[in-house]
């Protein structure tokens, strides 16, 4: 079985790695080679890990489980929302409210709080209160809304969490550890691959990366619930621009710790540990 191929993730830059300077040496066996101060990683073993995170969601969607989809950072934001909606799961893309998960009944309280001002609203309940009682009911609905909005449906714990960028989101991960809910993350050089149950070496940073994985995870929730099984490197994903990276701890590195629209793509993958050293020559002499 194939979830995704490695032309894809080369094309998506998921290869691309954080400084050297700026790594966790749990992750080394993750990594390919250095190029430029930059760590590639090591794609046969990021195909190898996402068909077992798959296969994981996929047989969780099929007994019903459900997943909750987390990605705060600006790259990721747009692409958790659309897929966790595309696939029927709930999803965090603004902020984690510490408790979300540990704290769920209170949380659950402003979610129906949320309800409650969408209810008024929509029987015209606002139309007989004054502007101003009206105006301060709209701010505190669209507060909740942009904070609980991809969770508000979600009527009980998660059965597991996928995250984009473990250590950023290292409050959910921790609230999940404390729960026991199996997480999956998309796990670049920087981060603890102990974080994860099932972890996906890649790139956490660029929005192309992002959409991909999120993409073919979503993939796999819609197989499991219609019984379906992966179609060999298919996935929904279209490839879109690259957003600068804006990453607090390597923003100096712009120009090239993740930077794949100047590359040329390989497509030959028959090989693809040839198919990748090909690559990173490319990469090298691209931006030598």
Known sequence: MSVVTIKQLLEAGVHFGHHTRRWNPKMAEYIFTERNGIYIIDLQKTVKKFEEACMFVRDLAAEGGTILFVGTKKQAADAIREEAT????????????????????TI??????????????????????????????QKEMENYERNLGGIKNMDRLPDAIFIVDARREHIAVLEAKKLGIPIIAIVDTNCDPDDADYIIPGNDDAIRAIRLISSVLADAVIEGRQGESFDEGESAVETEPEADNDDEDKGEDKETDKDTDSTEVVTDTTDTTDTQKAEVETVESTEA
Do not use: H
């Open 108 to 137: 659950r309280k402003s979610i129906n709080r949320l309800a409650q001002l969408e209810k008024m609203q929509a029987d015209g309940t606002f139309d007989a209160l004054p502007k101003k009682e009206v105006a301060a009911l």
């Open 86 to 105: 595309r696939c029927g799961m709930y999803y965090v893309n603004v902020r984690w409210l510490g408790g979300m998960l540990t704290n769920y009944k």
